[in-house]
């Protein structure tokens, strides 16, 4: 099995593509499918958040494009930021994974967090979409030397 073990940090052509959800991408160790079907095993440096548009380095040297996976989401959306401020008060202290937009909130689907946010007065749109979350104020999203 092909094994990805690198992360890299600046740009390149990529030979392939590997496309997961966010479940997947917040993961330092699974197995999936490339593209083409080849089956592959990652190891990445733990912590780390994969997102849509980021390239690996597979053991024989290509490259690989990670492409977030169209998932269930519920989008939110409010004539008042106010409104969207407290929905995302209230989300995060639920610790629920939340993706913010200029003028909207998005999180992985749930009909009870659903209900929550429409009895908030928030219009709700459960759609599929990239689910591309914050990762928190204390990640440290900066590369190291020693990952690429």
């Known amino acids: 099995m092909l094994m990805i073990e690198q992360r890299l940090h600046e740009a390149r052509a990529a ?27 990652v190891v990445l440096v733990r912590g780390q958040v994969l997102r849509g548009g980021d390239l690996l380095l597979a053991g024989d040297g290509r490259v690989i494009q990670v492409v977030a996976a169209l998932e269930l989401v519920t989008s939110l959306h409010a004539d008042r930021a106010n409104l969207l401020a407290r929905a995302a008060f209230h989300l995060g202290n639920r610790h629920v994974a939340l993706q913010v937009g200029d003028d909207w909130l998005r999180y992985l689907h749930d009909h009870v967090l659903d209900d929550m946010a429409r009895g908030m007065g928030l219009r709700v749109t459960v759609e599929e979409a990239a689910f591309e979350p914050e990762v928190g104020a204390y990640h440290n999203s900066h590369a190291h030397a020693h990952d690429a």
């Open 15 to 41: 030979d392939d593509s590997i496309v997961l959800p966010f479940g997947l991408r917040s993961r330092s160790r699974f197995r999936a499918r490339l593209g083409g079907g080849e089956e592959v095993g």
